[in-house]
């Protein structure tokens, strides 16, 4: 089991950015892999991105490659999400995960980002 203890969330403007955090505890040795997700107003989660902890290798939801950026912080178990240019749609409760690699199986409680026109 692994904690996520997420931050950084709030309102911005579009075209904007804001850098959400997250930090693990626990069995954090058995992390292979980090990511975000996201939940928008009345739909389902959705990925966003994702970083093995070993090697930083990247990947990203169509929708954000270009403008987000996830990175990693091995010595203090910190995972980053840095929104760039946001838009509206990018409005949504973003999650921190942690997993194996071929599960996700911890999540963060979620922090409110919210983009206004």
């Known amino acids: 089991q692994v904690q996520l203890v997420e931050s950084g969330g709030g309102l911005v403007q579009a075209g904007g950015s804001l850098r959400l955090s997250c930090a693990a505890s626990?069995?954090?040795?058995?992390?292979?892999?980090m990511g975000w997700f996201r939940r928008p107003p009345g739909k389902g989660r959705e990925f966003v991105a994702s970083?093995?902890?070993?090697?930083?290798?990247?990947d990203y939801a169509h929708s954000v490659k270009g403008r987000f950026t996830i990175s990693r912080d091995n010595a203090k178990n910190t995972v980053y999400l840095l929104l760039n240019i946001l838009k509206p749609e990018d409005t949504a409760v973003y999650y921190c995960a942690a997993g194996t690699n071929d599960s996700w199986g911890s999540w963060g409680q979620g922090t409110q980002v919210t983009v206004s026109s």
């Open positions: 970083i093995t902890w070993s090697g930083g290798n990247t």
């Open positions: 626990g069995r954090t040795f058995t992390m292979y892999r």
